[in-house]
């Protein structure tokens, strides 16, 4: 058995499929036969332009004529005269067909980069797929096609990306193991969001495993069995059974309002990434949505999404609420979260760069265009608007006016949208938190998002294993930032939620119902357990536990002390 960390409830029984590093490494040569290479090279070139002219067919089913378009294009660019006859005479110079793909590709690449205007950026992010595909067909590397598994499968990577985890057919996997990534990543938000068993951070699993190796996944205690004995899979499987009739136990929690033992009341929403998550949301009798990642309508395409296409999403989530809130929060791109389209360079600290708030002041045409999405989508529902990585009033007045300006827009066009959306900011950042009562000013309401927040109030990267340790909420920094953001929320009249993962940690819900946060936002699978837990506590005892944690002076001792209220 090995061990990482719980990322996703559940036990998985299941054959490994691993999905296969993206690198695309070789050893440049010098060939004997540079007619033969020449050949090599144009046989990848058909193989390459059949199967990216078979995917445009693909998409065009699942996503749309202007998607497919896209991907026709790069088979029609490979084939360009232009192109290939230049990296034939640099074969026929001496160089491998690999070498040769990529001096002839990277040179384009160079001269588009320069101009950097958006469409010329949009030729760069086509040429380097294209640079890839070719390189991945020469080297006989094969994808592992993530929407097509077979059933039982348990998906094994050095790390899978949120792009990855969002494509990925969850009907057939039940488990995912991976090297890296903690309890805040995206693929472990995601994992949780669609119910799948993960354990994450498990070291040199990859070289250990093969594909079709039987394993366990227990996303419960965060182990791992290598090709487990038949005792241990019967034994597995009452485990599973038993956590199963566990979910099934909640179902009494539905329809219940989220109330403490002595009646106090909080709102309990559900953190999704797609407008059709808003179905689950239902289904667990989440009561709003208190943060939508409208990053995901971002990934996993070639282009960013027009404003139509947006404001059909956040309609749709409207919509799909019935009237409840949504919470929406504004793209938050960048640290563990890529693009590749929107041709953002390599940063040295990407968590610590260009992203989110960031990005989009700087890119208003794109900020402009949420925002009109959003604005129109709030005539169709209870949409709040919600601002990432804030860290100083400049930017929260800064977004606000862009939002009036799109307003009177609106007014111009006669477009109908709502007047006096709420606008809320994320508190995820020390910054924010040392100066929420200046934000408070700003903004209609708060969001703690503790997973930020724990990053960068304990200087540690939320996804480096090696220094895990060190990320926890219940560091004493942590719950000191928490019950300073709250109190100065309720000084300043303002209501205050936590979208952060530690909002579902049962152990810190005492803490949470003491400091007075009034909407907990969680994955839909963790709302009735949540409401259950809330409805455990009495205020009064809440408070007492708050107040004996807060004076414990350790991480460990936070920890012992809160499990022990169990
Ligand atoms: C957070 O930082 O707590 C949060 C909710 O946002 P994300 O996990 O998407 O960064
Ligand atoms: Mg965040």
Known sequence: MVRGINASAGIG???VAIVGDQQVAYTPFQPEDPAAEVKRFENA???????????????????????AE?????????????LTEEIKKKINAGMCAEAALEAVLDMFIDMFGATGDELTQQRVTDLKDIKTGMLKTLLHIEDLDLSNLKPDTILVAHDLTPSMTATLNKEHVVGIVTEEGGKT????????????PAVLSVRGIVSELHNGDQIIVDGIEGAVLIRPSDSQVIAYRKKREAYLEEKRALGKFVGKETRTDDGKRFELFC??????????????????????????????????????????????AAEGMRGRPVIIRTLD??????????????????????RAIRFCLKRKDLFRAQLRALLRASAFGDIRIMLPLVTCVEEVREAKALLADVESTLEQDGIQYKKNVPVGVMIETPAAALIADLLAEEADFFSIGTNDLTQYTMAVDRGNAKVSYLYSAYNPAVLRSIRHIIKTAKEKHIPVGMCGEAASDPHLIPLLIAFGLDEFSVSPAAVLQTRKIIAAWDSKKASEAAQHALELKTEREVAEYLESLY
């Open 185 to 196: 990543s995206h693929s472990a938000i995601l994992a949780r969001s669609m119910e799948i």
């Open 45 to 67: 070139l058909s193989e390459f332009s059949a199967k990216t002219f078979a995917m445009a067919e693909e998409l065009r089913k699942k996503a749309g004529e202007k998607e």
């Open 271 to 316: 953190n999704i990434g797609t407008s059709a998550e808003t179905a689950k949301v239902l289904e667990y009798d989440g009561e709003g949505v208190g943060l939508f990642r409208t990053e995901f309508l971002f990934m996993d395409r070639t282009q960013v999404p027009s404003e139509e296409e947006q404001f059909e999403a956040y309609r749709q």
């Open 13 to 15: 029984i299941g054959t």
């Open 333 to 354: 791109i960048g640290g563990d979260k890529e693009i590749p389209y929107l041709g953002l360079e390599k940063e040295e600290n990407p968590f610590l760069g260009y």
């Open 70 to 82: 896209i991907l026709m294009g790069h088979a029609v660019l490979i084939s360009d005269p232009a």
